[in-house]
């Protein structure tokens, strides 16, 4: 049993003897050495392999072997060229006939077959494939398929289209060798491709030397000039649209910035981006009295100067004047620096303030307890017209009422089910500072009311702050303990301060206002739903 090998050749796959695949594979290193590994080369040597995997499948075919056998090798050799006769046919070019016409005449038995030729091919080749197969000039054809056109009355048009259908195109060398007659030899092969190179540089010489192709470059750098010269416009007038942008963003942010750092409120009030924000007024309830002068002129500094930045490169934009002063771009970059870093120690500092945290629990068992539906509603809003500062932390906000301004905080009201037959009222009071004991009096001095009128229980809707007081976290978390069988009516606008109240089907907090709500041995029910599952 001989040793076989798989190889591919040409993108199909073969089995192959040994010595046949030694045999094969000398020989196509002898035409890779030959025609070397330019992209010439390389387009040679695929035809080449191509036409070698056409002959192995069809002595496949022909003897109804699936193994390549070393006969087959030497077949092909001797059919395709052995190396040393297409070696020594280059010396003796100048006095022989060409090579194609010589492998001709060596080889009379190969048979033409019909192909498109698509290298000299009008619409479909169908005509320059039947001047090759004819050995007749296409233009003939050409003029012969156009009398019939017309004389079949455009039928004869069908009749190419077929043609043009059925007949394969000539992609490989080989197949248009074969579609000339000549065998597909590698010096036919090499030949050919060499004179296809060769017209395709006479064609591109021709046209670069071409009157048209000279007006055409010239007519392609005039338009080049011209978008050019368009896209320079453009960029201009987009520049002095983002100066523009740039001088009032810079001047407006500056001039907002400084009014709100010293009169203590924002002129542009109407801007959504600019709310209510002032800075005075903020920074004294977070940052500690001692630390806030200091913090106040970094803050000036880090804002400042980055819009006077946005100013100055807005106005040269526009006004295209020259300054290289570079003492002053250096100065205030080192001014901008030391303002970040003294902004980041001094935030810094005040986290020991929040380092203990002391809560205050207060338990309230109401009074009267003859009612089955306690009503929970809300006070009147003290606070709904005041001058309102776009501060956000942790349920907290800052007000201006009567010149003054007041640090506000929402509180936070739960329901559970009662382990009494009375309904308690829960007081969670909670805040930090930079010891218990210090923690401690700042929970003594949150202010947050709430009063019992009959079967009304009246909430404020904020908890205060006084006026010396900081933001240390600061909160009012309540629940309302209601004993099983009895209920509560969540007027609307509790839903300001009640806070992820569990019930038996899930409602959000939401939807839960507006409804009386009865507690269950499971939890919270509707009132309604309840008494009509009790009915039944």
């Known amino acids: 049993m001989k040793k076989t090998f798989t190889i591919n050749i040409s993108g199909s796959v073969f089995h192959i003897e040994e010595d046949a695949y030694e045999k094969l594979k000398s020989y196509l290193q002898m035409l890779t050495n030959h025609f070397g590994s330019d992209e010439d080369g390389r387009e040679i040597l695929q035809d080449i392999e191509a036409r070698i995997a056409e002959l192995f499948t069809q002595k496949m075919e022909d003897e109804e072997k699936d193994v390549v056998l070393d006969s ?17 046919a280059e010396g003796l070019e100048a006095e022989e006939e060409p090579a194609g016409q010589g492998a001709g005449t060596a080889r009379q038995r190969v048979k033409r077959r019909m192909y498109r030729d698509p290298d000299h091919r009008v619409l479909g080749g169908v005509c320059s494939g039947m001047g090759a197969y004819f050995n007749m000039d296409p233009v003939i054809l050409r003029v012969l398929n156009v009398i019939l056109f017309f004389a079949t009355g455009g039928t004869w048009g069908l009749v190419y289209l077929v043609l043009w259908i059925a007949v394969p195109k000539a992609k490989t060398t080989a197949q248009k060798l074969e579609m000339r007659g000549q065998e597909a030899t590698v010096s036919n ?28 470059r010239e007519n392609v750098n005039r338009f080049g000039e011209f978008i050019f010269q368009a896209l320079k416009v453009i960029l201009k007038v987009l520049g002095v649209i983002l100066g523009i942008v740039m001088m009032i963003v810079g001047f407006v942010g500056l001039l907002a910035f400084l009014i709100s750092m010293v009169v203590g409120h924002s002129v542009i009030t109407g801007a959504p981006w600019a709310g209510h924000f002032a800075v005075p007024d903020v920074a004294q309830f977070l940052i500690a009295p001692a630390s806030v002068t200091v913090l106040m002129i970094a803050i000036a ?21 020259k300054s290289n ?9 080192g001014v901008w620096l030391l303002a970040f870093v003294t902004t980041i120690l001094v935030s810094l500092g005040q986290l020991k303030d929040y380092s203990e945290r002391s809560t205050i629990t207060q338990s309230v068992t109401l009074q009267q307890q003859n009612f089955n539906t306690l009503a929970l509603k809300l006070t009147d809003d003290d606070y709904r017209f005041a001058h309102k500062r776009s501060l956000d932390l942790d349920r907290m906000k800052v007000v201006k009422k009567d010149g003054e301004s007041v640090l506000l905080g929402r509180p936070h009201l739960d329901v559970e089910r009662s382990n009494t037959t009375d309904f308690v009222l829960v007081v969670k009071k909670k805040s930090r500072g930079a010891s218990e004991e210090v923690a401690g009096k700042e929970v003594q001095d949150i202010v947050y009311n709430f009063n019992q009128k009959d079967s009304t229980l009246y909430f404020d809707p904020y908890y205060i702050l006084k006026n010396d007081q900081r933001w240390l976290g600061q909160e009012v978390d309540m629940t309302l303990k209601v004993p099983e069988g009895k209920a509560i009516y969540l007027s609307d606008e509790m839903v300001k301060i009640i806070y992820d109240i569990e019930n038996v089907s899930n409602t959000w907090d939401g939807d839960m206002v507006g409804k009386s709500w009865v507690m269950t041995p499971d939890g919270l029910a509707v009132k309604e739903n309840y008494e009509q599952t009790k009915t039944e």
């Open 189 to 216: 092969i090499e030949k050919s491709i060499k004179e296809e190179v060769a017209e395709v540089k006479e064609s591109y010489n021709r046209f670069r030397s071409s009157e048209s192709y000279n007006k055409g």
């Open 325 to 333: 002063n570079k003492v002053i771009l250096l100065s205030g970059l």
């Open 72 to 88: 087959w090798v030497d077949e092909v050799m001797e059919r395709m060229g052995k190396p040393e006769d297409f070696l020594e």
């Open 301 to 321: 500094f880090l804002v400042g100067i980055p819009l006077l930045v946005i100013l100055y490169v807005g106005t040269k934009i526009v006004f295209r004047y």
